[in-house]
T-cell receptor
Framework: GAVVSQHPSWVICKSGTSVKIECRSLDFQATTMFWYRQFPKQSLMLMATSNEGSKATYEQGVEKDKFLINHASLTLSTLTVTSAHPEDSSFYIC??????????FGSGTRLTVV | LAKTTQPISMDSYEGQEVNITCSHN???????ITWYQQFPSQGPRFIIQ???TKVTNEVASLFIPADRKSSTLSLPRVSLSDTAVYYC?????????????FGSGTRLLVRP
């Protein structure tokens, strides 16, 4: 099956620092990956679409300079939360699509900014 | 905007069958219907996917009427471990760049 690995599973950082989250497709190539954010008791909100070899496409209201996305290879996309603040604390989830398997999600990253 | 509408929450008891219905009135011809399960602090996990009529796997069944404007996820004999949020999504699985937009999901609570 299609497996998506996300790392780290949780991270605590100080306010003002940057944090990088990795999303890897382990057994398939993903030209497109997606990044979601989820606050407690809420649904997943799509942040951006990560495209291999090109710029990410951000959803309305998502600051592209704050949430840097890099999709350097067909198996890796990274999300960097720059100058993190407590309000950025959330659960971040990535996903990738493979034609015969549909969408597979990573296990998520719990970010806490203190 | 999400393309689906589901009940916000449902309660059930162990051993009962649970049916969760999802409305997707504007489903497109190429769209498939997929259901995911999510536990707290985990990513969504695939349950079942279908296009029309009925699909069954080892954990659930999916019923889709002919007009495809709704679908029903059926969980037979639920257990406490089935307490989770269930999301219904529609999308073109042939297009890897298709964006999945989540609705509110249905929070299922299974009681002893």
């Amino acid at each position: 099956g299609a497996v998506v690995s996300q790392h780290p599973s949780w991270v605590i950082c100080k306010s003002g620092t940057s944090v990088k989250i990795e999303c890897r497709s382990l057994d398939f190539q993903a030209t497109t990956m997606f990044w979601y954010r989820q606050f407690p008791k809420q649904s997943l909100m799509l942040m951006a679409t990560s495209n291999e070899g090109s710029k990410a496409t951000y959803e309305q209201g998502v600051e592209k300079d704050k949430f840097l996305i890099n999709h350097a290879s067909l198996t890796l996309s990274t999300l960097t939360v720059t100058s993190a603040h407590p309000e950025d604390s959330s659960f971040y989830i990535c996903s990738a699509s493979r034609a015969e398997y549909g969408y597979t999600f990573g296990s998520g990253t719990r970010l806490t900014v203190v | 905007l999400a393309k689906t509408t589901q009940p916000i929450s449902m309660d059930s008891y162990e051993g009962q069958e649970v049916n969760i219905t999802c409305s997707h009135n504007n489903i497109a011809t190429n769209d498939y219907i997929t259901w995911y399960q999510q536990f707290p602090s985990q990513g969504p996990r695939f349950i079942i996917q279908g296009y029309k009529t009925k699909v069954t796997n080892e954990v659930a069944s999916l019923f889709i009427p002919a007009d495809r404007k709704s679908s029903t996820l059926s969980l037979p004999r639920v257990s406490l471990s089935d307490t989770a949020v269930y999301y219904c999504l529609v999308g073109d699985r042939g297009d890897s760049s298709y964006k999945l937009i989540f609705g509110s999901g249905t929070r299922l609570l299974v009681r002893p």
